[in-house]
T-cell receptor, first 110, second 114 residues
Framework: SQQGEEDPQALSIQEGENATMNCSYK?????LQWYRQNSGRGLVHLIL?????REKHSGRLRVTLDTSKKSSSLLITASRAADTASYFC??????????FGKGTMLLVSP | DSGVTQTPKHLITATGQRVTLRCSPR?????VYWYQQSLDQGLQFLIQ???????AKGNILERFSAQQFPDLHSELNLSSLELGDSALYFC?????????????FGPGTRLTVT
């Protein structure tokens, strides 16, 4: 079963707009990671946030984590057409492996 | 380029057949993970090897098996293939055992079972 569930399932925006994706999970975690997947290709790691962190930035990416609500959000600012991809959250708990959600498909139109 | 390589890129085979997917991890990474991605199930973890030993098992069918060789490359064997096994199969690698850090994904093998 999926640990993380992304919302929305799909998002369509214009270039220059911000995109926000959310991830909810069920059990306590060590860390939460976001990955990007371009159509049919391998996943690329974007950012990792630990359970004791609340916010993290990397370039145009901003990730927040609220462990009390068991949720995280990924914000992509000033989006570009090249940001079109699927975005997955993955949670790491205990000594287990990563558990991925089903992803949010982001379409950025020029 | 993640540094993880997978062969072949595409594989088309018939039901009942057996195939072997190959993965070479990033240089220096000791952990190798196999995932299956399909439209209905999403990205499912199958199995992890660390330095030649099986370390964790996920939703891997009994018809599937894997191994990691002394040179750290890994193979995923799928047998008695069914139509439902059609999917993208990804290999990922990481440096550590407990997977707390990021994983580096290969480009995947697209398996089509006809």
């Amino acid at each position: 079963s999926q640990q993380g569930e992304e919302d929305p399932q799909a998002l369509s925006i214009q270039e220059g707009e911000n995109a926000t994706m959310n991830c909810s999970y069920k059990t306590s975690i060590n860390n939460l990671q976001w990955y990007r997947q371009n159509s049919g290709r391998g996943l690329v790691h974007l950012i990792l946030i630990r359970s004791n962190e609340r916010e993290k930035h990397s370039g145009r990416l901003r990730v927040t984590l609220d462990t009390s609500k068991k949720s995280s959000s990924l914000l992509i600012t000033a989006s570009r057409a090249a940001d079109t991809a699927s975005y997955f959250c993955a949670t790491h708990s205990g000594y287990s492996t990563l558990t991925f959600g089903k992803g949010t498909m982001l379409l950025v139109s020029p | 380029d993640s540094g993880v390589t997978q062969t072949p890129k595409h594989l088309i085979t018939a039901t009942g057949q057996r195939v072997t997917l190959r993965c070479s991890p990033r240089s220096g990474d000791l952990s190798v993970y196999w995932y299956q991605q399909s439209l209905d199930q999403g990205l499912q973890f199958l199995i992890q090897y660390y330095n030649g030993e099986e370390r964790a098992k996920g939703n891997i069918l009994e018809r599937f098996s894997a191994q990691q060789f002394p040179d750290l490359h890994s193979e995923l064997n799928l047998s008695s293939l069914e139509l439902g096994d059609s999917a993208l199969y990804f290999c990922a690698s990481s440096a550590d055992l407990w997977t707390a850090g990021e994983q580096y994904f290969g480009p995947g093998t697209r398996l089509t079972v006809t």
